[in-house]
């Protein structure tokens, strides 16, 4: 969420339409040096400032890119070719299926093929059981898989995603005939091209269908329940129904902005609303821009999966980029405050700069906060030497997560500033810098490929981050490749911020780290090899003293087979994005609003929901339209069950099943105890209607199905608790201002992962409201949510990527008895409300520690894990925790940003390290248990480790900016 907040300086003068480029960079000076501390309009002490120095750097280092440079005539990605003919049933592809996992992760194999497929004729398919049977459409499939392969390599990407693309399809078309085995992919890449079969080169051009997107095809009778004008609003919008042409020359700006902003939307001086939601769907196509593309709040920018619409930047484009998603007023503010810009997605773009002068140009100005995403996304930007282009420009927010996003060219790929964040599976070529970290408390990147840049990543830390200047305070940087990169990571102050190096492949790469000016920490190598891990920063094994160290091979994880890509030499952890469904005809969806759902927020639609997806299972593509569906009795999702939903629709519990606190009930199980299989959700909401102090929001009981690695899985939802229209959970009955009352009793546990479960998440925010979305003036609320995640997967795996939980009363995260866990990053706050003038936490939820094993804040320090909590009456000592690892084994935590801003609304004491005393609690771990906490941020908190009964590790030697760093905690080093 949203912390610092600023007042800004008188910044209307910088807006002068001659310089947009300059007036961004004085913007941003002034977003940063402003930098102030509140929650909410009431609450507005100035406490820290951001680094002044190091933005003013910053700015004039930028400044000075922006000089003129000569033209260049980079050339664009070719499209696939049209679609003309269907493939004849005996018509195979010269590709071989079987049974054995093999080469999924040969690149290079996938590679070659990518060059031979254009002329590839011959297709076969063997080995597979149920080929006969699956017959038109599983050779769709395939076909399918190849037309895709094309893209997906005519366009940079990689060979994940032709993985995931074969596997998606080849699941969906043969569901259960491929449930025991896992299959791989093997391309023989001596398969010859037979021009004389025209059939067969039909047929490699020819996906399922025409190649139309289904989302275009498929009805759309989305409705925003709590909009004064349901009926007439439309959620769905075709940018091309709005006059958007999508030539490469007619300028189509207008209309698209058009199509974003009709109806009433939430734009400037709505600051948030969820009940004017909007789908912006781009067909295939150029579409030539001249100023930004708005996004408003709660709008989805959804491009053509099966082929990327471009966003062309014309060469007079003027403003601060292609797409901004919150734009600067001219007196300087922002329409939404950044850390409160919520609920946001741009999919499936390419964004393309190099019409304009090399000397400016931005993609994306992406400063956002949590439930927003980028995904699948291709920045193509100029190569001069001179050069003053970025992919994407953040320059504040509190994310968040984006992923699988490709950029070429360009001063900087991404230029990047924002509290925390984590980004995964994106790959830079053909940049000067590769990534600008213009500040932060902790970002995770995972599966980031650089190549051919003169930088990799730029960490421009604060020269006296102790004194709460804030700098880029702490990266986390894994499972990287570099080839042919200068310079790798460049730390602009020495010895300032925590810098993690894990598991980075290196060719032909200068330097790993130097420290400005010149001190060189970590060589490179022209060779090709493999930096285990490299630190920046202080850790420390168990209950032992702390070490700050400089050097290689402090970390080395020992990482579990179930958590890591298998079949892998590099043996990265295992990450997977979400499917798109790119090989489904209209057919292969089915509507709830059309089979017996209303999504009016007043029918109880649990049982049509029910017997829909009870029909659909392993069959079709379950569609949610936007609407609110409200469930009096508990819906269980079936295995193989795979749902999308339009822009985020609600599910809300609500009634009598989830009044009793002693006896909570799920509202959405995600599988029945015991069940193995599919399972993929996709852009969907939960929640409860309150009170609700019975509810368990989700209860997610599914494992993956064997052989199936990440089969189960969930991506771009999220629960959001209270604080929305339709929640009854609103500012009107649960202002700050009104004692905890039972009727904001909102759950009693957001998130359950029951100990059979194994589970893929990502994009996952765990809200329990602290201020309104909708009613009046958006104050602050005091709702009461028990708990937030439990993790209790016995086996695992368990993967969240870009999860966040937040406001829950007893914890954020609460892991016990599991095994086999990999959160990255995870990031908490703690309710606003605790503190003085209220009861401590635990009085706060009555505690269940039997049944869902709440964390006991009473246990004497004569049993054996001890309690920290010595004095439960006093407020300071008792709180609710970010996160409790208990009697776990294998849990990685790669980067946490643990937060406690207020004592009871106040937040005089979160630069002194005193909103709370404890916030991590690792209890009843062995010396074996293989327990990792990677680049731990804390905020407002006095003891940053609590092991057992013993506070281990205190913030004072920590000081980091706003914040506290430590760069490991482990149970054995
Ligand atoms: C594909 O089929 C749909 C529905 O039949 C049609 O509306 C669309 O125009 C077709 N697209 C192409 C490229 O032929
Ligand atoms: C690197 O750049 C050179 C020269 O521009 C080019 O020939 C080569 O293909 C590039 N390699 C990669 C991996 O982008
Ligand atoms: C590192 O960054 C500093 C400050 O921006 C810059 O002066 C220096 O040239 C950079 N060094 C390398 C090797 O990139």
């Given at each position: ?10 910044s209307?003068s ?23 501390i509140?929650a ?15 933005v ?7 400044l ?8 260049s005539e ?7 070719p ?16 079987d ?16 060059r031979i ?7 076969t398919?063997?080995?597979l059981?149920?080929?006969a ?6 050779f769709?499939?395939i076909a399918q ?5 094309q ?9 994940a995603n032709l ?5 998606d399809s080849?699941?969906n ?6 449930s025991?085995?896992?299959?791989s ?7 010859q ?11 490699a ?12 095809l ?9 909009n004064?004008n349901?009926s ?7 940018v091309k129904?709005?006059?958007a ?5 007619t ?7 058009q199509?974003?902003?009709?109806g ?11 009940n ?12 030539l ?8 709040y709660?709008t ?7 082929d ?6 014309a060469?007079?484009?003027?403003g ?5 998603e ?10 939404y ?11 499936n773009f ?8 090399a000397t ?8 956002v ?14 190569q001069?030497e001179?050069?003053?282009q970025?992919g994407?420009f ?12 490709t950029f ?10 924002n509290?925390?964040f984590?980004?995964?599976?994106s790959?830079?070529e053909?940049c ?7 500040w932060?408390?902790g970002?995770?990147?995972h ?6 840049s003169?930088?990799?990543l730029?960490?421009?830390?604060s ?17 990287w490749?570099?080839t ?7 730390i ?15 060719d ?15 060589a ?5 090899s493999?930096i285990?891990s490299w ?7 168990n209950k032992?003293?702390?070490q700050?160290v ?14 890591i ?19 489904a005809?209209?057919s292969d969806f ?9 999504g009016?927020?007043t ?5 049509a ?27 269980t ?6 749902m999308?939903g339009?822009?985020?629709p609600?599910?809300?519990g ?29 852009d ?9 102090p ?10 993956e ?6 089969s189960?899985?969930i991506?771009?939802?999220h ?13 009107d009955?649960?202002?700050?201002e009104?004692?905890?009352?039972n009727d904001?009793?909102a759950?009693?546990?957001n ?8 589970a ?6 765990i ?17 009461l ?18 999860g966040a939980?937040?406001h ?17 990053l995870?990031?908490?706050?703690t309710?606003?409300?605790?503190g003085k003038g ?15 094993h ?15 909590f010595?004095?439960p009456?006093?407020?300071y000592?008792n ?9 776990s084994?294998n849990?990685?935590?790669y980067?946490a940003?643990?937060?406690s ?15 709370q005393k404890?916030?991590?609690w ?12 990677l680049?731990?941020n804390?905020?407002g ?8 009964g ?5 913030e004072g030697?920590l ?6 760093t ?8």
């Amino acid at each position: 969420m949203r912390l610092l907040d600023r007042s800004y300086p008188d910044s209307s003068s910088f807006l002068g339409r001659t310089n947009l480029r300059c007036s961004l960079l004085l913007l941003l000076v002034a977003t940063l040096v402003a930098g102030e501390i509140r929650a909410q309009a009431q609450v507005q002490p100035a406490l820290v400032g951001r680094n002044i120095d190091a933005v003013n750097r910053a700015a004039s280092e930028s400044l000075q890119q922006d000089v003129a440079g000569p033209n260049s005539e980079p050339t664009l990605p070719s499209t696939h070719p049209p679609l003309s003919r269907t493939p004849k049933r005996d018509a195979f592809p010269d590709v071989e299926l079987d049974l054995t996992p093999s080469s999924f992760a040969n690149q290079e194999g996938l590679i070659a093929a990518q060059r031979i497929l254009p002329n590839v004729l011959k297709v076969t398919a063997s080995g597979l059981t149920g080929v006969a049977e699956a017959g038109q459409s599983l050779f769709d499939g395939i076909a399918q898989v190849l037309q895709q392969s094309q893209l997906a390599w005519a366009n940079l990407e990689n060979a994940a995603n032709l993985t995931r693309l074969v596997q998606d399809s080849l699941a969906n078309r043969l569901g259960g005939s491929i449930s025991s085995s896992p299959f791989s992919l093997s391309i023989n890449s001596t398969m010859q091209s037979d021009s004389a079969n025209d059939t067969n080169r039909a047929l490699a051009q020819t996906p399922t269908g025409n190649g139309t997107f289904w989302l275009e095809l498929i009805d759309h009778n989305g409705s925003a329940t709590y909009n004064p004008n349901p009926s007439s609003y439309p959620v769905f919008r075709n940018v091309k129904d709005f006059g958007a042409k999508g030539d490469g020359t007619t300028d189509d700006t207008a209309a698209i902005n058009q199509a974003i902003s009709q109806g009433g939307r939430c734009g400037q001086g709505c600051e948030s609303s969820t009940n004017s939601p909007a789908l912006v769907y781009f067909p295939p196509g150029t579409y030539l821009v001249s100023s930004p593309i708005i996004s408003y709040y709660y709008t989805q920018l959804v491009g053509s999966a099966t082929d990327r619409p471009t966003l062309l930047a014309a060469s007079s484009f003027q403003g601060i980029a292609v797409i901004d998603e919150d734009p600067y007023s001219s007196d300087g503010s922002n329409w939404y405050i950044n850390q409160n810009n919520f609920f946001r997605a741009v999919y499936n773009f390419k964004i393309d700069l190099t019409q304009m002068p090399a000397t400016s140009g931005t993609g994306i100005h992406h400063q956002v906060s949590q439930a927003t995403g980028l995904f699948n996304v291709h920045f193509e930007m100029r190569q001069d030497e001179q050069n003053g282009q970025q992919g994407i420009f953040m320059e504040n927010g509190s994310g968040g997560f984006m992923t699988d996003l490709t950029f070429r060219g360009g001063r900087y790929g991404a230029f990047l500033g924002n509290q925390q964040f984590t980004v995964r599976n994106s790959s830079f070529e053909n940049c000067q810098t590769a990534i600008s970290q213009a500040w932060n408390w902790g970002w995770s990147y995972h599966d980031i490929r650089i190549s051919n840049s003169t930088l990799g990543l730029e960490m421009r830390t604060s020269p006296d981050p102790e004194s709460g200047s804030q700098g880029a305070a702490s990266i986390l940087a894994y499972d990287w490749t570099l080839t042919n990169v200068e310079t790798a990571f460049n730390i602009t102050t020495p010895d300032s911020g925590t810098l993690i190096l894990d598991n980075i492949s290196i060719d032909n790469v200068g330097i790993v780290v130097i420290a400005v000016p010149d001190s060189v920490l970590l060589a490179g190598s022209n060779q090709s090899s493999v930096i285990e891990s490299w630190v920046q920063g202080s850790f420390l094994q168990n209950k032992q003293r702390m070490q700050t160290v400089q050097e290689s091979s402090r970390i080395n994880v020992a990482r579990p087979p179930s958590l890591i890509k298998q079949n892998t030499s590099s043996t990265p952890w295992f990450s997977r994005s979400r499917p798109q469904y790119e090989w489904a005809q209209p057919s292969d969806f089915v509507n709830v609003k059309e089979l017996g759902c209303a999504g009016d927020g007043t029918t109880d639609d649990s049982q049509a929901l029910q017997r829909i997806l009870d029909d659909s299972a392993g069959d079709k593509i379950v569609y949610v339209p936007h609407g609110t569906y409200y469930l009096a009795s508990t819906v269980t999702f079936p295995t193989g069950t795979r749902m999308v939903g339009e822009v985020w629709p609600v599910l809300m519990g609500g009634g009598s099943l989830f009044q009793d606190a002693s006896d909570p009930q799920p509202v959405v199980r995600v599988g029945e105890p015991g069940d193995a299989g599919i399972m993929e959700i996709s852009d969907m909401i939960f929640s409860t209607r309150g009170p609700a102090p019975g509810a368990i929001i989700v209860e997610w009981n599914i494992r993956e199905q064997e052989g199936s690695q990440g089969s189960a899985a969930i991506w771009d939802s999220h629960v959001r608790v209270g604080g929305f229209s339709g929640t009854n959970l609103e500012a009107d009955k649960c202002a700050r201002e009104q004692p905890l009352s039972n009727d904001c009793r909102a759950s009693f546990l957001n998130l359950h992962l029951t100990s059979n479960s194994s589970a893929y998440m990502e994009n996952t925010w765990i809200w329990t409201a602290d201020h309104d979305l909708d009613y009046g003036d958006r104050a602050q609320i005091n709702l009461l949510s028990g708990r937030g995640v439990l993790i209790e997967s016995a086996q695992g795996p368990v993967w969240m990527y870009g999860g966040a939980s937040e406001h829950s009363v007893l914890y954020q995260y609460n892991v016990v008895d599991a095994s086999n866990v990999f959160l990255s990053l995870a990031q908490t706050e703690t309710a606003y409300f605790q503190g003085k003038g209220r009861a401590v936490a635990s009085a706060e939820e009555s505690l269940s520690i039997e049944t869902y094993h709440d964390p006991n804040f009473n246990l004497s320090s004569t049993q054996s894990s001890g309690s920290p909590f010595q004095d439960p009456s006093d407020p300071y000592e008792n709180r609710g925790l970010g996160m409790r690892i208990a009697n776990s084994t294998n849990v990685f935590v790669y980067g946490a940003g643990f937060y406690s801003f207020f004592d009871n609304y106040n937040q005089s004491q979160v630069s002194a390290r005193r909103s709370q005393k404890r916030i991590l609690w690792l209890q009843d771990l062995d010396d074996d248990a293989n327990v990792w906490i990677l680049n731990l941020n804390t905020v407002g908190v006095e003891k940053m480790v609590t092991v057992d009964g013993q506070d281990v590790v205190d913030e004072g030697p920590l000081r980091n900016g706003f914040g506290n760093t430590l760069a490991a905690w482990a149970t054995s080093l």
